[in-house]
């Protein structure tokens, strides 16, 4: 589907800390492995590594306590921009079956990372954002502006806290459910307060808007309101219930309602292995085509191999709404895998797997509802370090899904491609 075209001092150790923090925000609204596969970014290419220099270097230390100090002076601020370049090729520009095209893609993608306070202080406020100018060699209607941005504020008392995220995402690339190139925006704000009740049970409120809006596709907005309560049986386990009440609407579709039902986790087994997420049904009350539980949550799990060998896993259950296929939604189930191995100081190895399975089904009654996905992606990576401020990332994605019934887009694609990152 076209879119329209697009009119010299090293880091403190603290600073390092808040900006892996801050990439651990972002990754609650992570994409999920169908907008993974779809390969909407250039490329795996994020700020330059800096932990890959001698730390038992004298000069080096005596520059991070400086930054430190620094910091501290400055009410605990912490910038970090950063600028890289990209190269793309790509063997289905428009993930098609049929009539395949490919191209070639160069990106540029200014950013920055901003943080105030830290974990204890009253107030911290977390934001990462970055843009993303794509252009195209053939196809330069195509090229477009894609936008990144997180926010996370919190704001604590003695036994009460308020969270307000919010995420923005302004991307024209390919979609799974689309079957081509879409244009679409998707805001997410959400607020939580919690209260500690005392030193093991605390409770709270949440609310949260999702909108996702499609230039000339079916776009919907969801609120979910809830509430929770957690029980720490010991300091590193946690588990809670939450509910949620939600109500959707959907263009061409109306209003649908529902209800969430949840168990929470968080549970570090040990500084090398951490579990957290939540998981349970959700129960969706359709206009006209009745009633429908499904499974809903995400549950995500790190573990630490060794200093430098880490693995992760995400396993996630949702019901989206289809941009394409009128008074339809699909539910999806899936689990992404990935490791992470550094070699030596300066060059980093990995890879990514992924499957998901999604279902299609109906909001209306008398609409015909049979599509299927079986979306597979695998993609290996590599980072080298070439200086403090300067990293080199190349990667190779093969993705195919394997669509059938109404409405279905099967394709197989390649993506090679090639990132140069400088931060400071």
Known sequence: MTSKSLPTFRLSAALLVCCAFLRAVSAEGQDTLRDAAAGTKASLATPADETAYDQKDSEELFLDEYMKYQMNLLKNWKLRVFTSGTWRYDSNVFLRNTNV??????????????????EKARMQLLADYNAQFNFYDKFDKQNSLNQYLSLTLNYRLQKTSFKL??????????????????QRIQFSPQLQVMYEVSEKVRVGLSGQLQHTHYGALISSTTWRFGMFADYAFSPRF????????MVQEVQQSGTQTGQDYLVR?????????SVIGSGGVHV????SAGDATLPVGMVGVKYAVGPKTSLYANVYARAQNSPSLSGQY??????????QQQLGTKLSVGADFGYDFSQYHTYLSGVASSRQDHVRFVRPWMKYTLHRHLSLELFYQHTTNDSSGRGAQPFVRDLVGAGLTSSW
């Open 101 to 118: 095209q490919s191209d070639q893609m160069w990106s540029v993608r200014p950013g920055f990372q901003y943080s105030y306070g830290d």
């Open 165 to 182: 995220t919010g995420l923005f995402n302004q991307v024209t690339g390919g979609d799974l459910d689309v079957g081509g190139q879409a």
């Open 238 to 245: 946690r588990l809670g219930l939450q509910f949620n009440e």
């Open 265 to 273: 986790l968080e549970y570090e087994a040990s500084k090398k292995l």
């Open 284 to 287: 969706l009350h359709t206009l």
């Open 330 to 339: 699909f539910q999806s189930e899936g689990v992404m895998l990935g490791i």
